[in-house]
């Protein structure tokens, strides 16, 4: 099947803020269907994209797809790992013999079912007997009612998932409640913390170390900023010896050794990542992965246009336009820290020169967008190219994260 539609993800949350899932959809108009040849492609995408010889590329998360009765059996669905998926369907389709047979059969496969519009009350003791997740609507007008409303379901095997959650005060109000997952738009909004003013020591060294590395300073001046701190020093060597960066090598044990191994640009993107992490004021684990999808992702998209080397920028571009958030500080003072290259500015202000238009489609990916489509082709990327880089990126993150 030709496809003409672009693929958006929305990150479902645990209570501590960690993403345990992916929401996946086709683009759609709001109160649009997809049509069943429509869902059966996204299943049958997703399985050819997310595993291959080495398995499942998700690590430990969970997708969520939308279903509906007509693909319940449908061949694609045997090429995902019933683990880690979750089919939504309506529950008033339930109703229907024929469907709930092949729901419970799916179910016995260990597939996830989750019920959407779904009168928990109604249901009662056989809710756990139908699903394995329970669409509920939060609402901050009487959480009591709702307190009483999920208090049986706490008790059962029945996970809820809160939509639509969209601030942190609706966060910690469905937390309280015992809600399992949240889906809403917090993967793009800080979480507010304690007001701290600039940089903390440990982004400060980061940063100087991504200053000397841009100006291609000599190794043993950057060796000695790194043995300023243990912490990143541990880091270092404990990231050049793992899997897939030291592999077949004998352990690296020196600053100066893992240095020279990993390269200027590789320690440029590694010291990228870190920075994200070395926040502690509008910190959430939802933004940082939020951060790493993105810059992959406008990396991925931009490869066939600039070459792989000059990707990197891209990269460093995509991470940065959440570093404001992450960090804590405007975008403004982040630009002030450290001399990034004219593109990379350029792309991070008004998503100008040549680097910029990558970074706004990766961003507009992450919404249910319209913006998607002409952004693509204005790069010339079908969407195909687009839903692909996509996929990849997510199963990137999940191996840099871990």
Known sequence: MHQTNFLVREPLLDPQQRVVGYELTWQHNPGVTPTQAELEDLVGFVAAHVNDANGWLLRDKTLFLQAVPAMLSTDALYDMPPEHTVLSIHTKELANPDTMAAVQALRAGGVGILLRNCDIARAGNRLPTLASYVEVRFSGADVAAQARTYAALKQSQVAMVGRPVTTWYDFDACAALG??????????????????????????????????????????????????????????????????????????????????????????????????TASTSGYSPVLLETAVVRGRLAELLGQGAVGKMEAENIFVAGMFSLLDRLLGIPMKEVLETIQLSDDVVAALLDRGGKYGPYLALAEACELNSALVSSLAASLHLTPEDVNKAHLSALAWTQNVTA
Do not use: C
């Not at 701190?229 to 990231?239: I, M, P, V």
């Not at 030291?246 to 600053?255: M, P």
């Not at 050794?257 to 590789?266: C, R, V």
């Open 179 to 276: 809600i399992n997952a949240f889906v809403g738009k917090l993967h793009l909004t800080p979480r507010p913390g304690p007001e701290i003013k600039g940089l903390n020591p440990a982004q400060t060294i980061i940063l100087q170390l991504m200053q000397m590395v841009q100006a291609n300073a000599d190794v043993p001046k950057i060796e000695g900023v790194l043995k300023r701190d243990a912490a990143l020093s541990y880091k270092l060597l404990r990231y050049i010896n793992s899997v897939g960066v030291g592999a077949g090598r004998e352990k690296v044990q020196s600053l100066k050794q893992a240095i020279t191994l990993l390269g200027y640009q590789p320690l440029h993107r590694w010291l990228t990542l870190l920075l994200a």
